[in-house]
């Protein structure tokens, strides 16, 4: 079984101060993670994934998410965050290559 | 690269009739798409599996005689709402499955505003 936990329903934060959305995962295999953002009435839009290799994955639009085995975490973050960067973020994982397992999603309000 | 349409982006139907919603992928062949449903600040929820050539997979508490599913080709699959009714109105999201490497990536449409009313 896999599941993901995005254990905040809303993340506020200034514009220009970093930001950090939070993804735990649960999966019986090798975990593959992705971060999707999605803007109203939109479909999702492809941030960034972990597939193998290095930790630290840079995506899209200047974010980044660090792969963390031992907390099994996939934070998504960005180090100055932007009034456009307000959107729903989900983060997804899957251990097959088969549909993907989403998290709740996290819905993000960057304030000017 | 790897982009995938949907059509009609929105559709207004009246209760009991039926509402089809195609999703294809325009530069890449996909034997396998997905369909997802999406309410009102909630996640997306996996309804089915479309497999080209073969009968869609369902997931549990989906009603397959409701929400018909035919991949007819390597780009096209279609989700057919059945007998539509108000409880039906949702956001209907495909993703197409794109092989390459060692995981086999989905690409997503842009969603189906449905409305039943």
Redesign the interface.
């Known amino acids: 079984a896999q599941s993901v936990a995005q254990p905040e329903d809303q993340v506020n934060v200034a514009e220009g101060n970093p930001l950090t959305v939070k993804c735990t995962y649960s999966v019986s295999g090798n975990p593959y993670l992705f971060w999707y953002v999605q803007y109203p009435n939109r479909g999702l839009q492809f941030l960034l994934k972990y597939i193998t290799g290095d930790n630290l994955v840079k995506g899209s639009y200047g974010f980044e998410a660090e792969f963390n085995k031992s907390q099994t975490s996939f934070h998504l973050k960005k180090p100055s965050a932007l009034v456009s960067d307000s959107a729903l973020y989900f983060c997804a994982v899957t251990d097959s290559g088969y549909a993907l397992n989403f998290g709740k999603g996290t819905s993000l309000l960057v304030t000017p | 690269g790897a982009v995938v349409s ?1 059509h009609p982006s929105r559709v207004i139907c009246k209760s009991g009739t039926s509402v089809k919603i195609e999703c294809r992928s325009l530069d890449f062949q996909a034997t396998t798409m ?1 369909w997802y449903r999406q309410f009102p ?4 929820m ?1 309804m089915a ?1 479309s497999n080209e050539g073969s009968k869609a997979t369902y997931e549990q508490g989906v009603e397959k005689d409701k929400f018909l599913i035919n991949h007819a080709s390597l780009t096209l699959s279609t989700l057919t709402v059945t007998s539509a009714h108000p409880e039906d109105s949702s ?1 209907y ?1 495909c ?1 197409a499955q794109l092989i390459a ?11 189906t ?1 449905l409305t039943v009313l």
Do not use: A
């Not at chain 2, 600040?41 to 997306?44: A, E, N, P, V, Y």
């Open positions: 949907q997905f600040k909630q996640s997306l996996l599996t956001f999201i993703s490497g060692p995981y086999n990536e989905q690409f997503f449409g842009p969603g505003r």
